[in-house]
Nanobody, 125 residues
Framework: VQLQASGGGLVQAGGSLRLSCVAS????????VGWFRQAPGKDREFVAF????????YYEDSLKGRFTVSRDNAKSTVYLQMNSLNSEDTATYYC???????????????????WGQGTLVTVSS
């Protein structure tokens, strides 16, 4: 399975971006998908999770209300809509997928089987 993340870029504080993660080489509807991010000099952190059918979804508490994860299984794509961006959202964003991860492990990066290459989001203040 290969994951390709895209949609990052430079945005002003308060702006929005939508990231995409396209999967190939497998049966996408069987995968649970997570988004993670890593800011310079910091550890990778959990952002959001979406289950196989599109629900349930789950978010890092501090991001609730600003970020929305969704998926289109017909297009083998997961999206991360990010609104009201601020400088603390600057990071490389990664999507990850797993066929076997259980719901209780969704925040654990090591439980995911496949990773995209990351897409850089830079928020200017």
């Amino acid at each position: 399975v290969q994951l390709q993340a895209s949609g990052g870029g430079l945005v002003q504080a308060g702006g929005s971006l939508r990231l995409s993660c396209v999967a190939s080489g497998g049966t996408f509807r069987n995968y649970r998908v997570g988004w993670f991010r890593q800011a310079p000099g910091k550890d990778r952190e959990f952002v959001a999770f979406i289950d196989r059918s599109g629900s349930p979804t789950y978010y890092e508490d501090s991001l609730k209300g600003r970020f929305t994860v969704s998926r289109d299984n017909a297009k083998s794509t997961v999206y991360l809509q990010m609104n009201s961006l601020n400088s603390e959202d600057t990071a490389t964003y990664y999507c990850a997928a797993s066929r076997t991860i259980i719901y209780g492990q969704k925040r654990e990066a090591r439980q995911y089987d496949w990773w995209g290459q990351g897409t850089l989001v830079t928020v200017s203040s």
